[in-house]
């Protein structure tokens, strides 16, 4: 019987989520999960997490439980910094659901959950800085989905007219990001998410 890994690590900003690339000039110029650890190479991330954004990726080194967590039922929880000061009806419009690009097509996206942050959360700094805040206030939301078209977040936050300016992944089920730094590696026992439901569907991620 093969005894799988499973692996939780702080995707740090600027990386993408895959191990290599086959591309010469990509391969040069980009950053990859293999430069953080020494990963078996069965190991696969379950979801992904863009270049830009940071937090929780799950890796396991087993299809099944890959594909038990990338359910639809499965909720991801977001911490988004967002240009400006979200009104009421921003956030109303984010929680039952707005209409974005997705594959060249429109797409209504399912209800959320979302609530303003009353503090900055306690997050490690970025590799990169934000803008400067005399172009304006920023502010941060939690926007917790059970879907994940590409870069759906930050599509979702644009088109309520408050554009994403840093993102974190900072739960996936009940497993949270928690006292962890950019590029830390976790290796787990088990990787489970308790918060599914009986009905399935797939999650690409962020």
Known sequence: MTEHRHFLLYKPYGYLSQ???????????????????????ETMAVGRLDEHSEGLLLLTTDGRVSERIRRKDVEKEYYAQVDGL??????????????????????????????????????????????????????????IVTEGKFRQVR????????????????????????????GEVREVPELTAPDEAAESGTDAGE
Request: glycine residues 6%.
């Open 19 to 41: 191990f290599m690339s086959n591309n010469a000039r990509e391969a040069r110029k980009k950053k990859f999960l293999g430069d953080l650890h020494d990963f078996p190479a």
């Open 86 to 143: 979200p009104t009421d009806e921003a956030i109303i419009q984010l929680q039952e659901g707005i209409e974005i690009a997705h594959r060249s097509v429109l797409y209504q996206t399912l209800p959320a959950r979302v609530r303003r942050l009353d503090a900055d959360p306690n997050l490690p700094a970025r590799g990169q800085k934000i803008r400067d805040e005399r172009h304006g206030p920023t502010s941060w939301v939690s926007i």
């Open 155 to 182: 599509k979702m936050t644009a088109a309520a007219g408050y554009p994403t300016l840093r993102l974190v992944r900072v739960r996936v089920g009940s497993i949270w990001l928690t006292d962890m730094q950019p």
